[in-house]
Structure formats: C-alpha cells, structure tokens
C-alpha cells in the first residue's frame, strides 16, 4: 500500500520528507504497484523545454492495477456502481471481476477493429458504465483516449477529432439528462460531416434504445462488435511514460488545448491522493458527481478510485432531477461514505431550499468534498451544517486538468480546517506565489500567482501535438516555474486560499471557458462586428458570461438578436458557454495600441463603477459612459 498518513503531525514529517528526497518518497510509493519491469531512475526533468519524466524506463499496464491486481482479494467486491438518470430503474453493481470482464471483452473488440497502442480514440458518450469501460478498454490496449464531455457541440467535438487525429469514435445513442433525451450519435455524425478525415470507424453503445441512423460501412453497434469477444485480454504492456490520455481544457488564447498525461506518474499520484485525501477507509463508499468528460471524473471517478480498490459511484443524471433532493437520495441509497461534488452543485441545491435537506439522515457520511471553482463561505457553512450535520470534514480540493490530481488541499479529519481555504499543499508539491515581476514573495499575508516549482508524477508532460505551445502557456510567464493562472493568498502557517484566474479564463459553474473562445463564436453569429467577453459574479454559477457586442447596424428586434448569439454559442462550444449578458454596444474602450481593456469591462460588468481607473489614455473614453449607461438597464 502506499503510505497512508493519519495524523497532521504524520503530514507534516511526510510533507517535509516528500520536499528534502522527492525521489525517495516517490519512489516508495510507486512500490505498491505492479510494474512489468522496474524503472532506471525515478525522475528527470527541467521546466526549461520543459521535459519531464517519472518513473524512467518503468513498464506497466495501468489498467492490470486498477483490475487485475484485486481479483484475488476483491474479486467479488462492488468495484462500479451506477445510478441510472431514471430513479425508478434499478442501479447497476459491477464488481472488480465483472468490470475486469467487460474491460477485457471491449478490448478484444476494439482490437478487433484494428486498434493498437499509440492509436487515438475520442469517447463522446453519456454517464453509463460503458463509458468507464471504454476509458478503460483504451488503456488496456495502450491506445490514447481523448474524453470529450458530451454537452459540447458537433463543432467542439470535431475540432477535438481533429486535433488528436482520431482512428475510432466511441459514442451512444441518447444521452438521459434530467428531463431531456440528447441525441449524442447525431451530434457525432455532425461532427464527421466536418472534416475528421482519420476517423474510420464508429462504435454506437446502445443506451435509450431510441432511433439513430447507422451509416454503412462506418458505424457499428457496441453489442455487435463485444459478440463473441472474450472476457480475459492481456493488457499492453507499455512505457511509464507513454500517453495515456488527452483531455482538452480552455486557456487564455487559441482553440482548447490537448493536456497530454502518461501511464506511469498518473497512476501513483491519483492512487495516493485518493486514497489520503478522502482518507479513504476500505469497504467505503465513495461517489463523486463530476462527469468523466472533465478531469475531475477521469482521476477521481475511474482511475484513482479503483487503483485503490474503493466501490466509486457512478451518476447518470443531473442534481435537481426529479427534484432537489436527488443527491440525497442517492446518497442514503448506496449508503455513501465519501461525497465529492462542486460548488455550483453545493449553491443550485443551497437556493433550492431546505425543503429537500431537511430531516434527511445520512448516518453513513463521514468525508465531503468540493473542486472545481473557489467556494463561499456562505455554501461551505450550508455544506457542513446540512449536508455533513457538522460532523463530517470537508476538503476543498484545489487542482486542474494539467496536474492531473489534487495539488493544495486537506486531509480529510487531519487537517485544521478554515472555510473557503484549500489549505496546505499535498505531499511532493512545492507552491509558491510570486508578484508580475516573478519574485517570489516569502511570509504569510501575502498575495501572489499560484506557481508549483518542483514536478509531481502527474504533471502534464505536453500540449498534444504541440510542445511549444505547453512550453509557452505554462513555464514560459516564470522562469523555472509551472504557472497555473490561478491568483492565491497564502495567510498565517502557510494556509493557501485559492482567488481565482488571473488570466482570460472564467469558472462557470466550475466548467473552464476561455473569454476568447466564446468571443470567436459570438463574432460568427449574423450582424456581429465585435465582442469582448468578462466573467462576472454569479449565484449559482460562480461566475456569469457577460458579453458586450458591437453590431454592424443598429438592432431593429434585441430578442431575436439575443437568440442568435445564444444559438450561434451553442452551435459552436455548447449551452454551458451561453452568455448569461449581452449588451449591445456603440464600441469597446481601448488603449492607443488597440487592445480591448479588459479591467474596465469586467468592473462594469460586476456593478462596481465606482472606480473605473484613469479612462483618459483610451483610444476612446466616451464609450465608456456609453456602456455604463448601457449595462444598468440590463
Ligand atoms: C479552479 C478542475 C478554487 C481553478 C479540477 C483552476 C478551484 C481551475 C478549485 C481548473 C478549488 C479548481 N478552489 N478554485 N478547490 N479547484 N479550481 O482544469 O481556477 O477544469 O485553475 O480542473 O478550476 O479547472 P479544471
């Protein structure tokens, strides 16, 4: 087992050992796994190029130790469970050898289809269980999987395709969300009509039963291709530091970017994290709402969960359907221990009102968790009060798509804990805050940009199909640093609160959105000359998308203007990139260099007039006024 720390002075001597011999300490949990041949060397890096490896000339199957490895103890233990959209239908238990079954019998299959290592494979598919069998099926056989979360567009999706060069698309029929029935292989067969020229073959699991249409030739039923396959395949062995997956996130600038993890390091740092940050207990529970379309369901739905052996809950549906109290029913019904959502989720429910919460039990709760955006006090205290019945710790779990696990966060029942603060940093990361000049800012009180200056083993490795731009986004702003966007305090005894980016990226009910992104889209839409994008503060939400757009002639019907925009945003991303504003402007305020300032744009946008700064080195000052006039009869 890696090492499971169990006390705060345990952490400390951990935290410091894991600082003074990174290598040792890695080394030493990596151990506990099952490697086909034994790394040379532990670690090498530079944050220069940036090149970074963990694990040197190790080899493994990640999947054979998230499976095969507790068939003999856990064979029969519940290794999946899944809650179906439908409350009235039955959940699903999967145990480790079933899903080891199922895994092997979709890697036959996939095989058969001609898939090999290194191959990509984009997954578009509901929250089934298939779904993780496919992720894992992929790995298995050493080939890349490239999730994309199943709300995103045709346009998104084939962008996506593209961009890694995808050989098979796995996808379903329907996806089952609350009320709605969305037609994922249409949105598929859209998205090939686009020019994904690689693709060769799609693979359609059938999961409403509702009509698609097949096209010859192309697509194949996911219950064709399984029949007759069988349920043992030998994993491909490959090198700890081949790529296990893609996963594309939004950045400042540019199209969304392939964050590039690998076997090795990942394995041994989501294994660890789970397992210490939840303080995971064996036979718990453990059920994560987040979607394994974003990574916090790949690292703490699927691999992390069962490299540890836990029974991880799986969850179809969405958290107000049928009702508000949906979650909660969930947890009573699978007896869950450990519960890992977001704070947007926290806020819906929170305003829902206590109707749904209250006189609830849920005796068998001890751990809960929150990611994905900062959380106000106001939802931490609701969490802790209603949700725990302020005995149950919360983590406030704070990492992203390119840390691949949990960077700053406590231990749950081990770390003091202090509301909207992510706390300390976990075993082996080494942050620091730095001022715009990169000076490194020491003591406590301080407020800086949230950089880590030592690699962790599940440390993006690159940006697929282009380094440079790895190099450019993240270790280029400090020198010798990997910078994270993120503005953080760090206050008395080295605590961190996480701020928020700091960089033309919003958190929108925890989902990452690049302003430029949603600028590109907006500007395809009919009568639009230009727009400038802010996030802005939002109740449920986080933040809200607030859009100033500069039209082409004036706006005869403001209604049907405001839908095209919205429907041109969801044609292109998707609905979770819908402006939740937009103001229609005479200009945008800009300084003699042509760039959009955005600080005076996102003050009005948060209501916060009162200091717009010196306005008079503008290009054009008077717009200003223009949109504040503007923006107060929204
Ligand atoms: C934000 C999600 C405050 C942060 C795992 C980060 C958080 C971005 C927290 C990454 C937290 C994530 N407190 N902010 N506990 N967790 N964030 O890539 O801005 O989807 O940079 O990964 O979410 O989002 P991503």
Known sequence: MTLQIRSFEAYQR?????????????????????????????LKWNFREPRVKWFVGGRLNITENCLDRHLEKRGRQTALIWEPNNPSRKARKITYRQLHGLVCQFANALKAQGVKKGDR?????????????????????????????????????????????????????YNARGAKNIAVKQIVDEALTLGCDTVERVIVHQNTGDPVVMQEG????????????????????????????????????????????????????????????????????????????????????????????????????????????????????????????????????MAAGDQWIKGRRMPSLRVLGTVGEPINEEAWQWYHERVGKKRCPIVDTWWQTETGGILITPLAGITPLKPCYASYPFPGIQPCLVDANGKELEGDGVEGMLCIKFPWPSILRTTFGDHERCRQTYFATFKDKYFTGDGARRDAGGIYRIIGRVDDVINVSGHRIGTAEIEDAINKSPNVVESAVVGYPHDIKGQGIYAYIITSGPVADIASFRKNVLDTVTREIGPIAKPDKIQVVPGLPKTRSGKIMRRILRKIAEGDTSNLGDTSTLLNPEVVDDIQQGSKSL
Not at 141 to 159: Q, R, W
Not at 290 to 298: N, S
Not at 331 to 336: E, F
């Open 218 to 349: 192309r697509d194949m039923w996911w219950h064709d291709v399984i029949k007759g396959k069988r349920k043992q395949c030998k994993p491909t062995i490959v090198d700890s530091e081949d790529m296990l997956f893609i996963l594309y996130t939004s950045g400042s600038t540019g199209k969304p970017k392939g964050v590039v993890h690998t076997h090795g390091g990942y394995m041994v740092y989501t294994e660890f994290t789970f397992r210490n940050v939840f303080q995971y207990e064996e036979g718990d529970v453990y059920w994560c709402t987040a979607d394994i379309g974003w990574v916090t369901g790949h690292s703490y739905i699927v691999y992390g969960p069962l490299l540890a052996g836990a029974t991880t809950v799986m969850f179809e549906g969405v958290p107000t359907y049928p009702d508000a109290g949906r979650f909660w029913d969930v947890i009573q019904r699978h007896k869950v221990n450990i519960f890992y959502t977001a704070p947007t989720a926290i806020r819906a429910l």
């Open 121 to 173: 494979i984009c997954i578009y598919m509901p929250m089934t269980p298939e779904l993780a069998v496919a992720v894992l099926a992929c790995a298995r056989l050493g080939a890349i999987h490239s999730v994309v979360f199943a709300g995103f567009s045709a346009v998104s999706l084939a962008d996506r395709i593209k961009d890694a060069q995808v050989k098979v698309v796995l996808t379903s029929d």
């Open 14 to 42: 951990v935290y410091a050992r894991s600082v003074a011999d990174p290598e040792g300490f890695w080394a030493e949990q990596a151990h506990t796994f099952q490697w086909r041949k034994p790394w040379r060397q532990v």
